[in-house]
């Protein structure tokens, strides 16, 4: 199929370009060091603030991971639980390199700035020379390409390879040729090991070739075998891989299940919230997924039969209240759409308080700016949907993937990389436009334009809650490198945007209480009660400082709430709890918390043996002696 720019196939003189043409090499050049410096300079100004020397959230997953690959464990001994091509990257990195996090983000910052030269030719060869290079400085000085390109995060891989799917399918749409259709298919195999919703790509791909080229019936179907196989060339040794480990056939991931039923249960709010409150940490995901599914089952769960659980038990919830669903699925899908960065660990108006040259490009470029124009972009060029229609409907089914889940904004980075080109196109056509005054030409996309960006930018959600939230996170790595003081003014600085921050509240209160302010600790952890009276840890801590005050009563009530929230999550509680019916001379009662606090995990057997709050239990040796101390002995 031949190839038509719309500078060239426009039949209205509204629609075309300026004459003088630039030098395609020289324009990308421009670009790529545009790119370069913006991030350099953006990389400069953040090395300084607390969060930089940090591995927040799923980037402590990754560096993990990658390390223990550097160290000769390149296969693993699990069925994959996230996405793993990124950690492999880093794992190379380190093996040649060693662990050295600022080389990785320089090396991020190439690829970036890369990918700003691939929209630049891609703008330049779907449109004219002059919106590739709009296109190329609009993902150069884009703040959350800027913010995404120095995290320890795998969007940068999936923005990378989007943005060379992107001329791949420009290619295939030309030319049509069977490696092209390999190729195409290898890239999607790549990105699925990042992003695993990119198989609907991969679906759409095949679906709109195959369309598009019906009456070539032989070529078509050539071309997307070809394309099945290069997919296939990508995945089928990651599934095999999972088979030798698991003894089950998954294709990529075993989290499909569990990730469905956290976007779409019947408290979901369409954004991520752990099963277990205070547990969204990397660590605690995939074992709290099993865990519980097989609690609730009876049995042993493979890892593909705890995704089964979690799937069957949120078709379950959705089918009780199905228009509850569905409205959650609007709301999903508005949010998908949004102008506010929902982030997870690390928030990019965090980095802008470090940063000044990202808080000057957000004020005015952000998604609810790009979305509009690409929409207007599209809206402009839509006379060309032979040769143009395939990126739109790839980035709404794309989004759609997202919604059927839960909501980040990382999620939909890569599709910037088809955004960008027609955001540009919008940016350059529209002036254009103006300047002619051909206000009947451009009436309709202007308000499709404004009802994009109304819906954009309608205040759904707040930046407040991400900010205290990364604040929140900093503060709680800093206190585990023993940064005390650090990790105090972090938390203050949550709590100044945020006041409802419960866990701030609770480990600021810790803090304050190992500091001898007992009583600005108890404001804090009572404020955390009553912000979230479901959470364990904040009970906890009024149960310790009350003990410390000598009143058993109301130590008893707040161990007890403690346990009745989370049974497993502490050993401690049960034995305070010990502690506390011993202190109020009931041994009875104090074997029968102890029992289970050993039956929990709790082995500190010098403190059983010589805590002077367990006196009153020791002298009572018909109790004492039914808790098994040989057993105790022989341990200690």
Known sequence: MKRTRSANAAPNPQMRQPSFQLNTGIVCTLVFTL????????????????????????????????REIAAGNWTGDQIFFNAPLYPYFLALVYSIAGHDLMLVRLIQIGLGSFSCVLATIAGNILFSKRIGLVAGILLAIYPTAIFTDCLIQKEVLALFLMAILVMLLISAWNNGQTKTGWWIGVVLGCLALVRENALVILIIVILVYGLSHFREQKKAMTWIVSCILGAGLILLPVGARNWLVGKEFVLITANSGFN????????????????????????????????????NSGRKLSAAGVSLYWLKKTLSEIQADIPAWLRLMVRKWFLVWDSVEISDSESQYVSADGSKILSFLMTFLHFGVLGPLAVFGTALTWHQWKQLGIYPIIVISYMASIALFFVFARFRYPIISIMIPFAAAGLVHGIALIRQKAYREIALPVFIMGVAAIAMNWPMVSTNPYKSNTYYNIAVSLEKSGRTDAAMANYVRSLEIDPNQAMAHNNAGILLYRKGRVSEARVHFEKAVVINPNLSEPHYNLGIFWFSQGDMQQALVHFTRAVTLNPDENPSAYYNLAC???????????????????????????AIHSDPDLENLRR???YWNDIGLVEMDKVS
């Open 580 to 606: 506390v019916y011993s202190r109020m001379n009931e041994p009875a009662e104090s074997v029968v918390w102890l029992k289970k606090a050993i039956e929990k995990g709790y082995r500190n057997w010098k």
């Open 260 to 295: 469905f039923y956290i976007g779409n249960h019947k408290n979901a709010d369409g954004t991520y919230n752990p099963v277990i409150k205070g547990h969204g940490d990397w660590q605690d995901e995939r074992q709290d997924a099993a865990r519980i599914a097989e609690r």
């Open 35 to 66: 790119a370069l410096i913006v991030r350099g300079v953006y990389l400069w100004e953040i090395q300084h603030t607390d969060a930089f020397s940090l591995l927040l959230g799923d980037a402590q997953l990754f560096d993990t991971w990658a």
């Open 620 to 622: 009572a040796e018909r």
